[in-house]
């Protein structure tokens, strides 16, 4: 008896539950992975064929130091983000002490603050006319810097206080969650045992909790590494700060290109890392209940309360009141700044590139996602695989990949239409706005897939196959009862998106075209002409759109953690 194709248990089982093959989708979705992996390829190639001139000096001098003080910086924020992070998370999970609610939410405020404003504040916070040191000589009685020592900003350890101070949140976020999912459940059996809570902590929540750590710290080294604005400020010369020094200063286009090579080294690293940590952290949630908010928390008494309060608080004073503090007091000085056509100039210009780049980053991110839930092949998982590259790659790296195929291309058509008409285009593409959304859309472009996917998660198959019962094509079935139900996690990709590329410094300073600054920009140039108090209306516009983001995670923690 033979058995045709049609009859399979695959095939049935696909069109039973509403999935076709759609060729032009995986197509389409092969191409956003391309356009994905372009900046990448391009550097690569020009790395490859730019010439050894200046390979030499690079290898002996610049790639050797930079990537030295790169491991260090690294090495330091992991160090100090994880500890901080993990400690704090686990406070708010397991124990119950003044002010846990409240510093709950608080410990998630520096999210709102980009390194670079980070590093601005801290500097002016930290400076011989700033409060402390203003205090500590009145206090003391000195008179000039000479009479006494401070530690210096200006340095890889004040690089390291300052990353650390506003990304510890990425470990707190995913310790506190993996903490609240299994860790208080395990804590009481632990304790029902005889152990106590530090044993507890150290040998049963801690191990439990190693998954979701190591994404924190995967996504902390990423983050550090994109940073151009921190870095620079603060006289720390990474590997990215090689790139921009390289390209823009000594000239060398190859040049920049090979430390970039050397960069994407690190960053292909690290997603793998963070891949395999994603899969133990899945892994390790599917074998646990959900949160087990009947647990009780271990009630702290004492001078350990009061320790647990203030360890809670001092992070987001000094990631967050910090760089408020110095950066809202300087815009309280400036309020005639909010009419200045300079400011509304970089505002339009911020609003115009994020909302672009949040419509094209959200449509590529629904086709992706559309594609993997109609059909499910090894093609549209490798292209949803390649897309996510881009959030990996420092902005310095995209800019460089992304400016060089754009100017050819530029290139290209005025040369053709002067030849064939005499016509000339000038830059149509490089010299324009959309270099930078095209490199912000491959930076961005995982964190709107990964939202709406999570969407697409929640609606079951089976709604597709109702609508094909009754009678509806693929196209309808899209329109008419996927995309309303995906109206709100649409919405947040493109709020998520909008939100950080109006932060984005490292790809948008080197793409802007000529006297076209957003609001990033503008805090940069003025901090880099000393005048940080210029930057502060700007930065403070800034902060304020960066908490749209952070009040929504923190109202998702109050959903979830049983407070």
Same mark, same amino acid.
């Given at each position: 008896?033979?058995?045709?194709?049609?009859?399979?248990?695959?095939?049935?089982?696909?069109?039973?539950?509403?999935?076709?093959r759609?060729?032009?989708?995986?197509?389409?979705?092969v191409?956003?992975?391309?356009?994905?992996?372009?900046?990448?390829?391009?550097?690569?190639?020009?790395?490859a064929?730019?010439?050894?001139?200046?390979?030499?000096?690079?290898?002996?001098?610049?790639?050797p130091?930079?990537?030295?003080?790169?491991?260090?910086?690294?090495?330091?924020?992991?160090?100090?983000?994880?500890?901080?992070?993990?400690?704090?998370?686990?406070?708010?999970?397991?124990?119950?002490?003044?002010?846990?609610?409240?510093?709950?939410?608080?410990l998630?405020?520096?999210?709102?603050?980009?390194?670079?404003?980070?590093?601005?504040?801290?500097?002016?916070?930290?400076?011989?006319?700033?409060?402390?040191?203003?205090?500590?000589?009145?206090?003391?009685?000195?008179?000039?810097?000479?009479?006494?020592?401070?530690?210096?900003?200006?340095t890889?350890?004040?690089?390291?206080?300052?990353?650390?101070?506003?990304?510890?949140?990425?470990?707190?976020?995913?310790?506190?969650?993996?903490?609240?999912m299994?860790?208080?459940a395990?804590?009481?059996?632990?304790?029902?045992?005889?152990?106590g809570?530090?044993?507890?902590?150290?040998?049963?929540?801690i191990?439990?909790?190693?998954?979701a750590?190591?994404?924190?710290?995967?996504?902390?080294?990423?983050?550090?590494?994109n940073d151009?604005?921190?870095?620079?400020?603060?006289?720390?010369?990474?590997?990215?700060?090689?790139?921009?020094?390289?390209?823009?200063?000594?000239?060398?286009?190859?040049?920049?290109?090979?430390?970039?090579?050397?960069?994407?080294?690190?960053?292909?690293?690290?997603?793998?890392?963070?891949? /395999? +940590? !994603? $899969?133990?952290?899945? @892994?390790? %949630?599917?074998?646990?209940?959900? *949160?087990?908010?009947? =647990? #009780?928390?271990?009630?702290?008494a004492?001078?350990?309360?009061?320790?647990?309060?203030?360890?809670?608080?001092?992070?987001?004073?000094?990631?967050?009141?910090?760089?408020?503090?110095?950066?809202?007091?300087? /815009? +309280? !000085? $400036?309020?005639?700044? @909010?009419? %200045?056509?300079?400011?509304?100039? *970089?505002?339009?210009? =911020? #609003?115009?590139?994020?909302?672009?780049?949040?419509?094209?980053?959200?449509?590529?991110?629904?086709?992706?996602?559309?594609?993997?839930r109609?059909?499910?092949?090894?093609?549209?998982?490798?292209?949803?695989?390649? +897309?996510?590259?881009?959030?990996?790659?420092?902005?310095?790296?995209?800019?460089?990949?992304?400016?060089?195929?754009?100017?050819?291309?530029?290139?290209?058509?005025?040369?053709?239409?002067?030849?064939?008409?005499?016509?000339?285009?000038?830059?149509l593409?490089?010299?324009?706005?959309?270099?930078?959304?095209?490199?912000?859309?491959?930076?961005?472009?995982?964190?709107?897939?990964?939202?709406?996917?999570?969407?697409?998660?929640?609606?079951s198959?089976?709604?597709?196959?109702?609508?094909?019962?009754l009678?509806?094509?693929?196209?309808?079935t899209?329109?008419?009862?996927?995309?309303?139900?995906?109206?709100?996690?649409?919405?947040?990709?493109a709020?998520?998106?909008?939100?950080?590329?109006?932060?984005?410094l490292?790809?948008?300073?080197?793409?802007?075209?000529f006297?076209?600054?957003?609001?990033?920009?503008?805090?940069?140039e003025?901090?880099?002409?000393?005048?940080?108090?210029?930057?502060?209306?700007p930065?403070?516009?800034?902060?304020?759109?960066?908490?749209?983001?952070?009040f929504?995670?923190?109202?998702?923690?109050?959903?979830k953690?049983?407070?």
């Open positions: 008896m033979q058995v045709s194709s049609e009859s399979l248990p695959g095939q049935v089982l696909v069109r039973r539950s509403g999935m076709r759609h060729p032009l989708l995986s197509a389409a979705a191409l956003a992975a391309a356009i994905v992996l372009m900046p990448a390829i391009a550097i690569v190639v020009i790395a064929t730019g010439g050894t001139d200046n390979w030499p000096h690079l290898v002996s001098n610049v790639i130091r930079a990537t030295l003080r790169t491991l260090i910086l690294l090495s330091g924020v992991a160090t100090i983000t994880a500890i901080v992070g993990v400690v704090t998370a686990w406070l708010v999970a397991s124990c119950e002490f003044p002010g846990r609610r409240l510093l709950s939410g608080l998630v405020l520096p999210l709102a603050i980009p390194a670079y404003l980070g590093a601005y504040a801290f500097a002016e916070f930290f400076s011989f006319t700033g409060p402390v040191q203003t205090a500590y000589r009145a206090l003391f009685g000195f008179q000039t810097s000479r009479d006494y020592w401070f530690p210096e900003v200006r890889t350890g004040g690089a390291m206080l300052v990353l650390s101070s506003v990304l510890y949140p990425y470990i707190y976020l995913s310790a506190r969650s993996m903490f609240l299994q860790g208080r395990a804590a009481d059996v632990a304790r029902t045992l005889g152990a809570p530090l044993k507890v902590f150290a040998r049963i929540q191990p439990m909790a190693r998954p750590i190591m994404v924190g710290l995967t996504l902390v080294a990423m983050e550090t590494l151009i604005g921190a870095v620079e400020y603060l006289g720390v010369q990474t590997l990215t700060f090689s790139i921009f020094d390289t390209w823009l200063n000594r000239g060398s286009l190859a040049g920049a290109a090979q430390i970039a090579c050397v960069m994407l080294v690190f960053v292909i690293c690290l997603m793998m890392v963070e891949r /395999a +940590a !994603r $899969r133990r952290q899945r @892994f390790s %949630s599917q074998k646990t209940t959900a *949160a087990v908010h009947d =647990s #009780v928390r271990l009630k702290l004492g001078w350990r309360k009061w320790a647990a309060s203030l360890a809670c608080l001092l992070p987001p004073v000094i990631g967050f009141a910090i760089p408020v503090f110095v950066l809202g007091g300087y /815009a +309280a !000085r $400036r309020l005639e700044q @909010f009419a %200045s056509t300079r400011l509304l100039s *970089a505002l339009w210009h =911020s #609003v115009l590139v994020s909302g672009s780049t949040a419509f094209v980053a959200v449509l590529l991110a629904f086709l992706l996602a559309y594609a993997a109609t059909t499910r092949s090894r093609l549209n998982a490798a292209a949803g695989r390649f +897309a996510s590259f881009g959030y990996g790659v420092p902005g310095t790296v995209l800019a460089m990949g992304v400016l060089i195929p754009l100017a050819n291309f530029d290139n290209a058509v005025d040369a053709f239409l002067r030849a064939q008409f005499g016509i000339s285009t000038g830059l593409l490089s010299g324009t706005g959309f270099a930078i959304i095209y490199a912000c859309t491959v930076r961005f472009l995982t964190m709107a897939e990964g939202t709406i996917d999570a969407g697409f998660h929640k609606l198959p089976h709604l597709d196959m109702a609508a094909r019962t009678g509806r094509t693929s196209s309808q899209l329109w008419s009862v996927l995309l309303p139900m995906m109206r709100p996690a649409t919405l947040t990709a709020l998520l998106v909008f939100i950080e590329t109006m932060k984005e490292s790809a948008t300073i080197m793409l802007r075209p006297n076209f600054n957003t609001l990033a920009t503008l805090v940069y003025d901090a880099s002409r000393a005048k940080v108090e210029d930057a502060g209306v930065a403070i516009i800034i902060v304020a759109v960066g908490l749209i983001p952070v929504l995670v923190s109202r998702s923690l109050d959903r953690g049983g407070q």
